[in-house]
């Protein structure tokens, strides 16, 4: 099993930058790829960025592209906003062991957060 908890949300002014972490623990040694992922108040769950640690290939949804960077550090994972919007405005989950493609579907992975929230003033 594998335990996941982001930290670093809050409240920004619309061209703020926030930066969220995840923190992996339990049976990491299985992991090699983490998504983030945000759900706004009535909409579905979507994509925001994803690494693999191991190739080093990281990708985003065009929506953040350029404004948002997925790092990767020892057992945490980041996700450095800037410029953000209030679009940007949802609840950011992690999501960890990547059971089948593709990557940018939630339905992929097997371990989760349990959220953290951004909100973007405008």
């Known amino acids: 099993q594998v335990q996941l908890v982001e930290s670093g949300g809050g409240l920004v002014q619309a061209g703020g930058s926030l930066r969220l972490s995840c923190a992996a623990s339990?049976?990491?040694?299985?992991?090699?790829?983490m998504g983030w992922f945000r759900q706004a108040p009535g909409k579905e769950r979507e994509f925001v960025a994803f690494?693999?640690?191991?190739?080093?290939s990281t990708y985003y949804a065009d929506s953040v592209k350029g404004r948002f960077t997925i790092s990767k550090d020892n057992a945490i994972v980041d996700l450095q906003m800037n410029n953000l919007n209030p679009d940007d405005t949802a609840a950011y989950y992690c999501?960890?062991?990547?059971?089948?493609?593709?990557?940018?579907?939630?339905?992929?992975?097997?371990?989760w957060g349990q959220g953290t929230q951004v909100t973007v003033s405008s």
């Open positions: 339990g049976r990491t040694f299985t992991l090699s790829t």
């Open positions: 999501a960890a062991g990547l059971r089948r493609p593709p990557y940018y579907s939630d339905r992929s992975y097997a371990y």
């Open positions: 690494i693999n640690w191991n190739s080093g």
